[in-house]
């Protein structure tokens, strides 16, 4: 099972991201997905999940309303729409699978991460 994140980078305060996730070697739709985020010195910690439908998603309260999980399931990658980037923000980003199909808030609950792509965001 691979999970390949892109689309990190270093952008100004206000600026918008796409983070995508490729998945392979596993039946994609057969997961729940979710996004991560460690920034240096803090612990890994959520911020958005999806079922494996697509049709419920959470974020977590820190980017509610400026963050949004999506899938494409014929295509087996999962997004991350980032806008109203904050300074906060600036973290590695990780996208990770479960096989709970619901999707899960934890992290310990995910069986398959990716490597990680870096979000800088300057003020």
């Known amino acids: 099972v691979q999970l390949q994140a892109s689309g990190g980078g270093l952008v100004q305060a206000g600026d918008s991201l796409r983070l995508s996730c490729a998945a392979s070697?596993?039946?994609?739709?057969?997961?729940?997905m979710g996004w991560f985020r460690q920034a240096p010195g803090k612990e890994r910690e959520f911020v958005a999940a999806?079922?494996?439908?697509?049709?419920?998603?959470y974020s977590a309260h820190s980017v509610k309303g400026r963050f949004t999980i999506s899938r494409d399931n014929a295509k087996n990658m999962v997004y991350l729409q980032m806008n109203s980037l904050k300074p906060e923000d600036t973290a590695v980003y990780y996208c990770?699978?479960?096989?709970?199909?619901?999707?899960?808030?934890?992290?310990?609950?995910?069986?398959?991460w990716g490597q990680g792509t870096q979000v800088t965001v300057s003020s």
């Open positions: 990770a699978a479960t096989r709970f199909l619901p999707s899960s808030l934890v992290a310990r609950e995910y069986d398959y």
């Open positions: 999806i079922n494996w439908s697509g049709s419920n998603t």
């Open positions: 070697g596993l039946t994609f739709s057969n997961y729940g």
